[in-house]
Every structure is written in structure tokens, then in C-alpha cells.
């Protein structure tokens, strides 16, 4: 009952948003109709023609009854148009893709506003009026030429171009309490919002363009076809001149518009293009460069909070790290705390490991996630008891097999940390850093390099720190003694590669260390 309940309250308030937009929806459509119809189409008519007032009221009834067979046109198209909005909002549940669906086809009903307009609205007028109008003139009840139904019906498809682009940009806003509510609903529902992902259905500057070049040509063109008119009743030979004269103002005007709304579009294209390009930068991780303030206007508001935007990314990025470091660190002491013996092995392994990774030209995000590997590359033997860990004398063989599964315990620790893939590019280090190059190490026996980058890596460290420390039952060896075993097992335990690189750099650094000092002597 109580998710009934739910569903009846859910369903409640998007009918409501929904009446709500059609009432905005109507209401936009009265003032633009009645704008273009009436202030501009009649207005326009009755100061132009010249004619007996019996025949301005023929007109008028002309208009009137063209806009019955426009309003039926029109609705039905609108409710064609509407009908799927309105059945998504009366029903009671939504799947995730028809949220999708429906949030893109809300976007795209302003687009097909145009549509309406400029097809059911226009074609809907022009048609009956033009009809009546040349049958009108044929019984003599209308005593105008032809032609001006040519020019009227021009006029009307100008009339619907601006009709259709105010029409479009007040219906843009109309809908946005739509798209709240679908985004709303599948938050609810799915805990995810509805999003065009980035896609771009109009492009700003296919709005920009066509606006500007609109409204720099509708009243030049409508001056120009309502002059003539007039012209014809005053002075026709004049009129005639005029025509050539006012078609090369109508073109000299279209090239200004296209000129200008070009520039205007270039003025607003450049730093949105600008801007996207920074975000894309910062989406692959850089943070170090800031986008230049080359503006003057509200964009270099925006460049400013976009650049602060940036800093505090770097600056949390930066925090993020050093907690995440810290966290590594911690669990690498924490370990090397249960044995006092064993204390800052974690550390010096994955020193040795960075080491070795820089000589091999590793960069500098993989020689990152092997320092972490190799911090971490002990972490199962917190799973071990601590009669085996911390026995001093020598292993049985049960209690060897014990520690042999550290390395399965550590990949098992890592993967309840969460997020899982937080932890992804460590687990393949973890895992096989006991593994020998000729196959006979644990836990999976691979061999040569099918064992992970890491492994190999995190192997060579780990033997030669575990040889030069001291322990309970023995005491570490010499750098140059646990070098020469390194030596002796390149290529069998460990890979010859990455053992040689560190090997020749350990002596090379003896070497430089020994020089000052036989200076001194």
C-alpha cells in the first residue's frame, strides 16, 4: 500500500509539471499567433491596401476564417506531437530507457515547434486565405490584383519564420520543468539522472546564425514588400523602379546579416570551444596549465571561475594523493609492526622496486603504481598467525606451507577494499612476486614473462632486502654477497633483466660512494 501510495503521489506531481507547461505552451502560442496574425499580418494589410470598407471587412472575415483551418491543423498536429509526452507522465512506472527516451525527445519538441509552425500553422492559414482570396477577386467581390496574393502569401511565410523562431526559443524555456521532472524521477527510481551525455542536438552557432540573419532580414523584407504595395496605388511607374532598387537593398541587408551574425557566432564560438577543449584536458588528468582570460565580456567571468574550478581540482588531487600515499604507507608500517625484525622491509622493497622500475624507463604514473605494489606486496602476512610469522627457528614444512599463502591472502585483502578497481593495478604485483622465472615459484608456477611486470620487478627487490637484513636466526648477508646470488640466479629465479639492471646500479653506486673517500686517504 505505502508503495502505491508512492507511485499515485509520483505520478500526481508530473501531471501536474505537465499541465503546467501546456497552459505555458498555449499561452506562448496566443501572444506569437495574435503578434503575427494580428499585429503584423492585419495591421500591415489594412495601413497598405486601399480599398472600400466593405472590402476590409471581406478581409478581415478572409483572415478569420483561415485561422479556423489553421487551428485545426495545428492541433492536430500538436497533439500528435504531445501524446507520447503525455501518456510518459500519466503512467505509473518508467524504465530506465524510456527516461532516456523521453528526456531526448523533450529536448528535440522545441525543434519541432518549428515545424509546426512553419507546415500545419502557416500552410494552414495561407492556403484557405489565398483560396478565398482568388475566388473573391474572380466575382468581384475583392477589387485587388492577383499578384498581391503572391506578395501576401511571401509575406506570410515571413510572418512564420519569426512566428517559428520566437515560438521555438519561448518553448526551449517551456520545457525545462519537464526535463527536471524526468531527471527527478529516474533519481528516485534508479538513483541515476537522464542525460544527453554531451551530445549536441542544434548547435549553437546554427541558432546563432539563422537568428541573427532573421532578425536583421524580416523588416527589411516586410518594409520592402508593403513600400511596393503602397507604391502601386501612388505612383505605379515609380513602383516598378523601386522593385529593382529595393531587391538590391534586400541583398546588400542579407549580406550584412550573414556577415555580422557570422562574426557574432565566431565572438561566441571561440571560448566555448576554447573551454571545451581545457575540459577534455582536465578529464585525462591535467591540472597544470590555466586557461588564458582573453575576454572582455561575461566569458572572462567565466574563464576566472573556470581557472579557480581548476586550482581547487589540483589542490584536492593533490590531498587525495597524499592521504592515499599515507594510507599505503600505513598499512606497509602496520605490517612491518608485527615483527620488530622485519620493520621497514615494506618500505626499502618498494625503494629497490622504484629504482629498478626508473633504470627500465618505466614513467612516471606505472613507477607510481609499482611503488604501491611494492608496499603492499606483504600485506597477506597480516593473515598469518603469529606462532608461524614470528617463529625463530626454522619453518616446518606446514608452517612453510602456511606462509606460502600470503600472497593469495593479500590479493583477497585488496579486493574488499572498495572501490574494487581501486586496488586493480596492485593485485597482479601482489600475487606473483614469489614467482621464479623458471617456473617453480608459488602460488600459480608461471614462468618467464607471463609473470606480471610487477611481480618480476617486486621479486628482485624483495630477495635482495630479505638477504642483507638480519633475523632472528641469522644475520644479513653483505650487499655484494646478496648481489652475486642475484647474479648466479638470473634467468632461473629471477628475470635476468630487470635482476641485472639492479645489480649493475648497485655497484656503479659502490663505486662513487668508494672514490670520495680513497680522495680523502
Known amino acids: 500500500m505505502r508503495a502505491e501510495r508512492v507511485r499515485h503521489r509520483e505520478r500526481g506531481i508530473g501531471l501536474e509539471v505537465y499541465r503546467a507547461f501546456i497552459f505555458r505552451l498555449l499561452r506562448n502560442y496566443l501572444i506569437g499567433s495574435i503578434s503575427a496574425i494580428f499585429i503584423v499580418g492585419t495591421v500591415v494589410m489594412i495601413s497598405t491596401l486601399q480599398v472600400p470598407n466593405i472590402q476590409y471587412v471581406r478581409l478581415v472575415a478572409i483572415v478569420l476564417i483561415s485561422i479556423l483551418f489553421m487551428l485545426v491543423a495545428e492541433l492536430i498536429t500538436l497533439w500528435a506531437q504531445l501524446g507520447p509526452i ?25 525543434g519541432q515547434t518549428i515545424y509546426r509552425i512553419l507546415g500545419p500553422h502557416m500552410l494552414g492559414f495561407s492556403v484557405p486565405a489565398a483560396g478565398i482570396t482568388l475566388w473573391m477577386i474572380s466575382t468581384g467581390w475583392l477589387e485587388i490584383p492577383y499578384g498581391y496574393v503572391i506578395v501576401a502569401a511571401v509575406c506570410a511565410f515571413l510572418i512564420a519564420i519569426m512566428h517559428a523562431l520566437i515560438e521555438y526559443y519561448l518553448t526551449v524555456r517551456a520545457v525545462r520543468p519537464l526535463l527536471l521532472e524526468v531527471r527527478r524521477i529516474g533519481k528516485n527510481l534508479y538513483g541515476m539522472e537522464p542525460s544527453l551525455g554531451g551530445r549536441i542536438l542544434i548547435s549553437i552557432q546554427r541558432k546563432f546564425q539563422t537568428s541573427t540573419a532573421l532578425i ?6 516586410l518594409f520592402f514588400l508593403a513600400t511596393y504595395i503602397r507604391l502601386q496605388y501612388i505612383d505605379p511607374v515609380f513602383a516598378k523602379e523601386y522593385t529593382f532598387w529595393g531587391v538590391l537593398i534586400v541583398i546588400l541587408g542579407a549580406g550584412f546579416s550573414m556577415v555580422g551574425s557570422w562574426l557574432l557566432i565566431r565572438d561566441v564560438r571561440d571560448p566555448v570551444a576554447e573551454l571545451t577543449q581545457e575540459m577534455n584536458r582536465i578529464q585525462g588528468g591535467e591540472f597544470g596549465r590555466r586557461t588564458p582570460d582573453l575576454y572582455s565580456d561575461e566569458f572572462s567571468q567565466l574563464i576566472s571561475g573556470f581557472n579557480m574550478m581548476i586550482s581547487r581540482l589540483e589542490m584536492r588531487q593533490e590531498r587525495n594523493r597524499q592521504l592515499l600515499q599515507s594510507y599505503f604507507s600505513l598499512l606497509a608500517a602496520a605490517l612491518d609492526a608485527r615483527d620488530k625484525y622485519t620493520a621497514g622491509h615494506s618500505m626499502r622493497v618498494a625503494e629497490y622496486s622504484i629504482l629498478i622500475g626508473r633504470l627500465s624507463g618505466m614513467n612516471d604514473e606505472q613507477a607510481d603504481l609499482l611503488y604501491k605494489s611494492a608496499l603492499l606486496h606483504d600485506i597477506g602476512k597480516i593473515g598469518i598467525p603469529d606462532e608461524v610469522l614470528l617463529k625463530d627457528g626454522k619453518l616446518s614444512d606446514e608452517e612453510f606451507a602456511i606462509i606460502r599463502t600470503h600472497p593469495v591472502l593479500g590479493e583477497s585483502i585488496l579486493l574488499q577494499i572498495e572501490p574494487v578497481d581501486a586496488m586493480a593495478d596492485f593485485l597482479p604485483g601482489v600475487r606473483s612476486h614469489h614467482e621464479r622465472y623458471d617456473g ?5 608456477g608461471m614462468a618467464g614473462e607471463e609473470i606480471p611486470l610487477f611481480g618480476r620487478i617486486i621479486a628482485v627487490a624483495d ?37 641485472g639492471l639492479f645489480i649493475d646500479e648497485w655497484r656503479r653506486q659502490k663505486q662513487l660512494d668508494k672514490k670520495p673517500e680513497e680522495g680523502v686517504s
Open 216 to 221: 536583421g532580414l524580416f523588416p527589411l523584407c
Open 86 to 110: 503525455g501518456h510518459f507522465f500519466a503512467a505509473e512506472h518508467h524504465e530506465m530507457a524510456e527516461l532516456n527516451r523521453m528526456y531526448e525527445r523533450i529536448h528535440r519538441f522545441p
Open 440 to 444: 617453480k615459484g608459488y602460488p600459480d
Open 463 to 499: 630477495a635482495f632486502d630479505a638477504m642483507t637484513s638480519d633475523r632472528p636466526y641469522r644475520n644479513g648477508m653483505s650487499d655484494e654477497r646478496a648481489l652475486m646470488i642475484l647474479e648466479e640466479g638470473k634467468g632461473t629465479q629471477w628475470d635476468p633483466y630487470y635482476a
